[in-house]
């Protein structure tokens, strides 16, 4: 079983115990692991922050950094880490819209409110467990899901990688990401790197994710295709 990895951000020793006994007693009744941190200081989160999280459990009012602006600087950095605000006032919350929370709990935050807004969250946290990649990119680094990644190719001295309906130049060369990935991305050709899960046809030379056409080479295409088959065969498909 995956363990998921989550930290509290709260300036109040108090608010930040609760929650860990709470979080702490949600895992052992739903049999879920979790590695969970107590964080007291924002600044220092934020400036130490790694794209390697699941959950943060961020409150809203502290010193020095709010709970907001401390949510907005971990998007700049991690734009699928699930967020939940912990707030004194409802109306403190809203704002978690403009930067993609899940949910916020009122303090004192109650069992009865914790197990409602934790079991609503259980299927997304496990659906979003897959592995993420940090991408550098303008000056900032990103994280995405690896399996959100469409395909990748080089350019000159950087790599675009396609996710989803976004793009993403780096500066890094192709070799390197290669080592990076799982064994689910395999080369149609020399440049495209693709993520076998998000093929969904297959005709003459070319491969198709979706409307998206991407033609194989001659000397890729048997081992490309190879590969491809092996993958759906171990994905249950064929």
Known sequence: MRTFKVAIVD???????????????FAETHQVKAEISIFDRPLAFAAAYRCDYDLLFLDIEMPAMDGIALAKKIREKDSSVILIFVTNLAQYAI???SVQAFDYILKPVTQAAFELKMSRLLPRLTADSGEKITIRTNGSTLAVKVDSIDYIEPDDHHVIYHVLDEVYES?????EVEKRLPSYFAKCNRYYLVNLAKVTAV???????????????RTEKKPFLERLSDYMSHMGVL
């Open 11 to 25: 300036d109040e020793k108090e608010a930040a115990e609760r929650l860990l006994f709470l979080l702490e007693h």
């Open 95 to 97: 704002e978690g819209y």
């Open 171 to 175: 500066y890094e060369a192709m070799k």
């Open 203 to 217: 005709r003459g030379d070319s491969v198709y994710l979706g409307s998206t056409e991407l033609k194989m080479s």
